[in-house]
């Protein structure tokens, strides 16, 4: 089979896993699911990344609690902010962007430019993360990208060191499910030939 469509392949069977068995994933393998996120293409070349990988069971559970009593806090009628899903993983990667692009615009009086800028790290941040799932999914690992823990942002950070802008959370791990794909619709495409 040719790359273009294994690669094809891969994306239409990937679908978000929510709940891990307790296997733990080789360090060789999240480290080459981090790599593939390194290679993600990169506005202006800034790699305006920072991927926080975490398989410490004790950081991955206080961060799940962390979001859980956020949750409880806001009275979300049961709804919560991931907890459960990252508590359940075997390794959690926290998505930060830099500012390495948009940072240093912000002096202009015109905020169009940060802006655009910074709308294109998210765009960089994220396409790096798709690489990552899709890497995970060729190992046969699951993953969910979360962005309900952004709620928490400012605890997370805390229990993190860190104090860049969190832009998602991607959970790994063996699925204890069988996730399905759902169909696409393919009335969103538009093609002007």
Known sequence: MDDAKYILQIIKRRASSRRYSDKPVPQEVIDNILEAGRWGPSVHRQQSWRFISVSDKNTILRIADICDQKAANLETGGNNFGGRIIRGAAFCVFAYNTGLLSGPLKKFK????????????????????????????????????????????????????????????????????????ENRAEGLIRKIL
């Open 110 to 181: 015109k905020m169009t430019y940060a802006e655009l800028a910074h709308l294109a790290e998210i765009q960089s941040i994220a396409a790096g993360i798709q690489n990552m799932i899709l890497t995970a999914e060729g190992y046969n690992l699951g993953s969910c990208w979360l962005n309900m823990p952004l709620v928490c942002q400012q605890e997370i950070n805390a229990c993190l060191n860190e104090h860049q802008e969190l832009i998602a959370v991607v959970t790994f791990g063996f699925s204890q499910d069988s996730p399905k794909r």
